[in-house]
């Protein structure tokens, strides 16, 4: 018995050793202004008000996309991930429709600073407010956009020769407010069944419909 435990170690750190050891150095994720942002018009005194309401995107959301990232490409490629993020004190406002606190490297300084890496990995994201279908609301009527989320992930050596190309398209997020998950990752409000009456996308509904086109991705 102690022999076999021995060997089952021995195996362990073998397998540890010999495992590939990989880096998001890149992470574009946008979300179009229309999915976001709810404008109401009200009459005031024979007056038009545009009130503007925007949802807001905090740097949970960001941190949650990475480590799910991390465990699930992870574990497709065989790899470890870790992600290039940038300092807190280094990061810029982010382009209009684009998150925050994500990874945003050139690929030579994604080499220079991990050189003992094997795979460099830059994935594109963006959800558009056309092109999909309806999202039932929690009063039983169907949203006004139609959300569609377009996933590409390209992973490098550090040759900068492409290993791998993986690309889908979501259209159908009809149930995204009713949709049960298996797995929830660590992620409390992941498997939440909330079903809501804004046409707005919140934090919980970016992060699921990113969940599960990266499910679809890596089905591939």
């Not at 170690?9 to 942002?37: H, K, P, W």
């Not at 039932?136 to 169907?142: A, Y």
């Not at 159908?172 to 809501?196: A, C, H, M, P, W």
């Amino acid at each position: 018995m102690k022999q076999l435990m021995i060997t089952a170690l021995f195996s362990f750190f073998l397998l540890s050793a010999n495992a590939q050891t990989g880096v998001v150095y890149t992470f574009t994720f946008r979300i179009d202004d229309e999915l976001t942002t709810q404008l109401k018009v009200q009459s005031k005194e024979h007056k038009i008000l545009n009130i503007s309401t925007v949802e807001d995107m905090p740097k949970e959301l960001s941190d949650t996309i990475l480590l799910i990232t991390e465990q699930m490409l992870g574990a497709s490629l065989g790899s470890e991930l870790i992600s290039m993020v940038p300092e807190e004190k280094m990061v810029m406002a982010a382009l209009p429709e684009h998150l925050m606190y994500l990874p945003a490297n050139r690929f030579k300084k994604a080499v220079e600073t991990y050189d003992s890496l094997d795979l460099f990995v830059n994935i594109d994201c963006h959800i558009a407010a056309s092109g999909g279908v309806k999202v039932t609301l929690g009063n039983n009527s169907r949203s006004k956009v139609k959300p569609k989320l377009r996933l590409i992930i390209k992973t490098f050596d550090k040759s900068k020769t492409l290993l791998e190309k993986k690309e889908v398209t979501l259209k159908d997020f009809e149930k995204l407010r009713s949709r049960t998950f298996e797995k929830t990752y660590g992620i409390s409000s992941l498997n939440t069944n909330e079903v809501t009456e804004s046409e707005t996308l919140n934090a919980n509904d970016v992060l699921r419909m990113y969940v599960m086109g990266l499910e679809e991705l890596l089905l591939q």
